[in-house]
């Protein structure tokens, strides 16, 4: 993982830092919390007003999300 983070041009030092950070690691929990109050466990998951929708799983594909559509929605909501 070093040497490609490394070689993608990161601070190696920074990065080792980050990893046993507590405030990364808070971040992390908080996220993790936040996709499961969402019942969402795939990536990416996208929230577009009331509607959570999620990358692959048996009923969404990404590439099968209207996007603009489903901001149009939201936003003819509001």
């Given at each position: 993982?070093?040497?490609?983070?490394?070689?993608?041009?990161l601070?190696?030092d920074?990065?080792?830092?980050?990893?046993?950070?507590?405030?990364?690691?808070?971040?992390?929990?908080?996220?993790?919390?936040?996709?499961?109050?969402?019942?969402?466990?795939v990536?990416?998951?996208?929230?577009?007003?009331?509607?959570?929708?999620?990358?692959?799983?048996?009923?969404?594909?990404?590439?099968?999300?209207?996007?603009?559509?489903?901001?149009?929605?939201?936003?003819?909501?509001?």
């Amino acid at each position: 993982m070093f040497k490609i983070a490394e070689r993608v041009g990161l601070d190696i030092d920074r990065l080792k830092e980050d990893m046993i950070s507590t405030a990364v690691t808070d971040q992390l929990f908080e996220n993790f919390n936040l996709a499961r109050k969402l019942r969402t466990n795939v990536v990416p998951a996208y929230i577009v007003d009331d509607k959570v929708l999620s990358g692959l799983s048996s009923e969404t594909v990404t590439s099968a999300i209207d996007f603009p559509k489903e901001v149009a929605e939201a936003r003819a909501k509001n």
